[in-house]
């Protein structure tokens, strides 16, 4: 049986005020701070480790472009590439080959 993904809504979010941890599916989450702020985090297991990577405020990155980032963080780890490379491509190691180096 498939675990539940898309358990928030815009409605439950905007509602959210209570400091915690709240889950969508899929490894996405909703952080809530003691003072209010609401940010979004994608937690897996990378390597047999837990990873979470902060994905942004919810004042900047909307439920869908969350969910949608989310979703390619999990293809990533799907064919065994590092999920953080998704938001931030640039992190990846450059090959330097003999010829650059020289």
Do not use: H
């Not at 902060?54 to 969910?67: C, E, F, I, M, N």
């Amino acid at each position: 049986m498939a675990r539940p993904q898309n358990i928030l809504t815009v409605r439950k979010i905007a509602a959210t005020k209570k400091a915690g941890r709240y889950g969508d599916g899929g490894g996405l989450y909703l952080r809530v701070t003691e003072s209010g702020s609401q940010s979004w985090s994608f937690m897996a297991a990378v390597n047999g480790k837990r990873v979470e990577i902060g994905l942004g405020s919810t004042k900047a990155l909307p439920l869908a472009t969350a969910r949608s980032i989310a979703g390619n963080m999990r293809e990533a780890i799907a064919i065994g590439s590092d999920p953080r490379l998704v938001i931030a491509p640039k992190l990846a190691p450059e090959i330097v080959t003999f010829g650059k180096f020289a």
